[in-house]
Structure formats: structure tokens, C-alpha cells
């Protein structure tokens, strides 16, 4: 059974920071690609950020030098820590890998003063 469960969001002002945790279980972790997407209402599902098993990195244009995502392959844990938030980064946060399994519940951010 796959199991990926978000946790961490919040409410934040802007220029703030949060840090997203992913757990994830019945995947083979170590060797996927791990990645952290975003959806708002009414919106696409959006591709934040992702990792390989080895560590390399990629980031959407919108969130490169705010955003950094890591992993524990030791935990199965996939983090996302946001720094200097926007309002426009407001979404439901969700993890995944690659190939993409079901979608678990995701973790709301939102960024308002």
C-alpha cells in the first residue's frame, strides 16, 4: 500500500518561512525521484521542485532561491523548506514520485498579513 502523507503547512505572513515534511511508505523511496507540486483552487496542479536519489535538484522559475527541497532515504522523508513566502504561493502542497503513485491529502500553505 502507498502511502505519501504532507505535513507542516500553516498560515504565514509574506516573507516568512515553512518547512514541509513528506513521508512516504510502500515505494521503492531510494531509487525514485521525489518531487513537491502545488495546487490552488481552480488552478493546475503546478510542479514545484524535484529531487533524485542522488540529490540533484530542480525548481519552477517562481520559486528558485526561496525554496529547497531535500531527502532522508534513510527515513523516507522528502522535505520542502520555503523561505521568503508570497502570497501567490498559497496551495495545497503535495508530494510525489516518479512514476507518479495516488496523491495523498497534501498540507495547506497560506500566505496573507
Known amino acids: 500500500q502507498v502511502q505519501l502523507v504532507e505535513s507542516g503547512g500553516g498560515l504565514v505572513q509574506p516573507g516568512g518561512s515553512l518547512r514541509l515534511s513528506c513521508a512516504a511508505s510502500?515505494?521503492?523511496?531510494?531509487?525514485?525521484?521525489m518531487a513537491w507540486y502545488r495546487q490552488a483552487p481552480g488552478k493546475q496542479r503546478e510542479l514545484v521542485a524535484t529531487i533524485t536519489r542522488i540529490g540533484s535538484t530542480r525548481y519552477a522559475d517562481t520559486v528558485k532561491g526561496r525554496f529547497t527541497i531535500s531527502r532522508d532515504n534513510v527515513k523516507n522523508t522528502v522535505f520542502l523548506q520555503m523561505n521568503n513566502l508570497k502570497p501567490e504561493d498559497t496551495a495545497v502542497y503535495l508530494c510525489n514520485s516518479v512514476p507518479v503513485q495516488p496523491w495523498g491529502q497534501g498540507t495547506q500553505v497560506t500566505v496573507s498579513s
Open positions: 510502500g515505494i521503492i523511496f531510494n531509487i525514485n525521484t
